[in-house]
């Protein structure tokens, strides 16, 4: 059993790499729907604004916590690192530059012309934003975390992270998290709630999501 000065293990940090590739997933698919004509069926528009809204909304929730949680603690055990909190101040300019780009899809998509092109060029700008941040962060911010933060301070961090999320954010979260993850890393995600949710997803959640049309 592991005490509370025991550090992380790859184990513990596979959740935000499985975060990871939920992002890089859907901003491929809003580069593909952005790259299509614009169509006027009512469907097509709600399908890629129901995608849309969850990929922004879990961006945006993950920066959060980070911001608020990780970063911050993070500071305090690295002060006498000088390069090493500069990696954290990367990843806070880098969350700086995505939301207002986020921003800019938004405003886009609210567009209802046919015209697709201002949409494609900002859908590009937050792509590549997110990619180079994601790498960056993977490369440099993460191995530092692992190094730095205890199993149960990161447990501390998700418990206290998820508080005052309403019931209708977390039916919702967890089966666009999992989406189309293979057997082993479904498992890992799913860990990380309690038994009773992971039932509620398998018999509500998961076949609610998957009935409705996202992206295209």
Known sequence: MRDKTSLMTDEDLELMYILHDAFRRDVERLARAAARP?????????????????????????????????????RGKLAAHPDDVAVLDDMESEHGTIDPALAAVEDALSDEGDDRTVLADRVDDLARLLRTHLAHEERDALPLVRRTVTAHEWSVMNRDSMRGLDYRWIT?????????????????????????????????WQPRYDRQR???
């Open 38 to 74: 614009g169509s006027g069926d009512p469907e097509s528009r709600a399908a890629l604004r129901r995608g849309w809204r969850g990929f922004s909304r879990e961006l945006h929730l993950h920066h959060r916590i980070e911001d608020t949680f990780i970063w911050p603690l993070m």
């Open 172 to 204: 919702e979260l967890v089966p666009w998290l999992v989406e189309g993850l293979d057997e082993p890393r479904r498992d890992v995600a799913l860990r990380a709630i309690p038994a009773p949710m992971r039932l509620l997803n398998r018999y509500r």
């Open 214 to 216: 996202r992206w295209d």
